[in-house]
């Protein structure tokens, strides 16, 4: 059965760095677009950051450009989102999403395989 993991959430403070990886298993992630997205607490779920399969050109959110980084390894069928200087405002569950074919649209929905997402607590 196909799975993507999330890992690396937990606590941190504002300032601190937390990486997030998206495991794959049964899904050979080479094959696919790969995106993050979070849900606050009360909020709907939002784009994060995106990764295109072919060429690795990415694409983020305005509120963590500079910040964060999403990156792939294929070998280790394996997405990570690096995330630099936190904010409060970053806490969130956070999600792994893949989607085979472009386009690649920012809406969740629009994404096709989901994994069961990783809280990130950001305190100050």
């Known amino acids: 059965q196909a799975q993507l993991v999330e890992s690396g959430g937990g606590l941190a403070q504002v300032g601190d760095s937390l990486r997030l990886s998206c495991e794959a298993s049964?899904?050979?992630?080479?094959?696919?677009?790969m995106a993050w997205f979070r849900q606050a607490p009360g909020k709907e779920r939002e784009f994060v950051s995106m990764?295109?399969?072919?060429?690795?050109?990415?694409t983020y959110a305005d509120s963590v450009k500079g910040r964060f980084t999403i990156s792939r390894d294929n070998a280790k069928n394996t997405v990570y989102l690096q995330m630099n200087n936190l904010k409060r405002e970053d806490t969130a569950v956070y999600y792994c999403?893949?989607?085979?074919?472009?386009?690649?649209?920012?809406?969740?929905?629009?994404?096709?395989?989901w994994g069961q997402g990783t809280q990130g607590t950001v305190s100050s």
């Open positions: 999403a893949d989607r085979q074919f472009p386009p690649l649209p920012r809406e969740p929905y629009e994404w096709e395989f």
């Open positions: 049964g899904r050979t992630l080479s094959n696919y677009n």
């Open positions: 990764i295109n399969r072919n060429n690795g050109i990415t």
